[in-house]
């Protein structure tokens, strides 16, 4: 799915976040990337979506060069990202609408699909509707709670039919409840699709909850890719508690070893 | 947000406001202060004929104006926004610019471009212009970074950035500004309607009434382009009351 061959970037005027990296990412997988502040995680998820090009190296996703943000690519992030001045729905159906301002012309918007207006609108309200927020979908975002947002966010992302999505600390700012809610929905996505999604989080539960792999990044020029394979992913249930501790415990000590 | 005024609110103002025109008009008891029962027949006669003319005159050119500056200043006020090092090269000639009163070139654009409508309209969209151009500038600077890039990650280029994001963003700024300038834009208006021209509530309050002592006449002008201001006053604000609707009851 993601190949990224001797990727170097680094921001103007500062020492290279990644120096010849080199990552594959098969398809349908649950990647998480965890690291200190500062470490390039954001930016590395920033360089998949498009949003920021590298000094040398390439990135393909689906053998193409990613040069721009690629319309099957999700995005989510913390802060959400949404209008405040349009409704819930209008805001889950902002892709959908900017798709067909352009129309299916394989750069702004999928080129595999036509987009019909009146299923557009089924297909956000689908969206709204298995987020559990579809009573809410005349609200303004100002109107919502944090958890709400994101879901609209995530609704948003979901109805482009990404097959691939990016998420930077999409649950960090959300109480415990919610967060394990929709860590669970976006799980069971993946476990019913061939979805594949990448995760940044600075959390460790959240990095082995959700990444069947996790990519340990290093505050200092990232080389090597530091993947370690984890077998806890899912559902936190009881079943898997010690070896969930012992896999966090696992991952809290390389971090700790790496500064 | 204010609230939306109602009709009762309106009408009281309005009571009061003839109800202290006439006291005055006893007191000061002269013909420059005319009773507005005595205003108002001409007023409702006029604005169908003569008065009406000048009153079409003058909306065509402060909506001229109004356009001009809006199609002029909202682009270049994104562009600045959104383009830091270009914005810094001309922000000071900006801040310099902005405060200077327009209407000190009055006699320098009618030089330039001729007595015709067009530096009429060009020296009032001026006006506008300044104020639209630094309102929409700070917004669109103003815009979350991580607003752009989620957007830009479904697909937005340029231009439907434009025009789900930076319009829509900066519109209540755009209306603001414009609700505080068309005060402004009537009275330059109304200096530079007094010459040069033959249509125009200026022409008409100071050259065919004032002039020739016919002040009943002339009230009825005042009349009219305080209506003028008035009016595009609260359609502005009415529609700064929709755009801005999403901001009450807010959750946190």
Known sequence: ?259 | MRRRLNIRAALIGLLMFFAIWQVLAWIIHRPIMPSPLQVLPIFTASVFGNLGIHFLASTARVLAAIGVAVVTAVPIGLGLGQVPKVNRIFAPLIAIVYPIPKIVFLPVIYVLMGITDISKIFLIATIIFFQILVVVRDEAANLHPELILSVRSLGAGRRALFRYVYFPASLPAVLTALRVSVGTAIAVLFIAEQSLTTYGLGYYIVVETYQVLRYPEMYAGILAMSLLGLVLYFMIYNMELKVNRYRSEEHN
């Open chain 1, 1 to 259: 799915m993601i190949t990224i061959d001797d990727l170097t970037f680094a921001y103007s005027g500062q020492s290279p976040i990644f120096q010849d990296f080199s990552l594959h990412v098969d398809r349908g997988a649950a990647l998480s990337i965890i690291g200190p502040s500062g470490c390039g995680k954001t930016t590395l998820l920033y360089l998949l979506a498009g949003l920021r090009h590298p000094q040398s190296g390439s990135i393909m996703i689906d053998h193409k060069p990613i040069t721009r943000p690629r319309p099957r690519s999700g995005l989510v992030l913390q802060d959400h990202g949404l209008l405040p001045w349009q409704t819930v729905r209008e805001n889950a159906r902002l892709g959908l609408t900017i798709w067909g301002f352009y129309g299916s012309d394989g750069r702004h918007a999928p080129a595999d699909e036509q987009l019909v207006p009146n299923q557009a609108d089924q297909r956000v309200d689908g969206w709204l509707k298995k987020l559990g927020i579809e009573g809410l979908r005349d609200q303004y975002p100002l109107q919502l709670s944090r958890g709400q947002r994101q879901r609209t966010a995530i609704a948003r992302t979901l109805a482009m039919k990404p097959d691939l999505l990016l998420m930077d600390e999409p649950f960090s700012a959300l109480d415990a409840p919610t967060r394990e809610d929709l860590q669970n929905f976006i799980i069971t996505l993946h476990d019913k699709s061939d979805l594949t999604y990448i995760i940044v989080t600075h959390d460790i539960e959240v990095a082995v909850v959700m990444g069947q792999k996790i990519l340990v990044l290093q505050k200092s020029a990232n080389q090597e890719a530091q993947i370690m394979d984890n077998a806890c992913a899912g559902f936190s249930d009881g079943r898997m508690q010690g070896k969930f501790q012992q896999k966090c415990e696992d991952l809290r000590n390389l971090l700790g070893s790496m500064t």
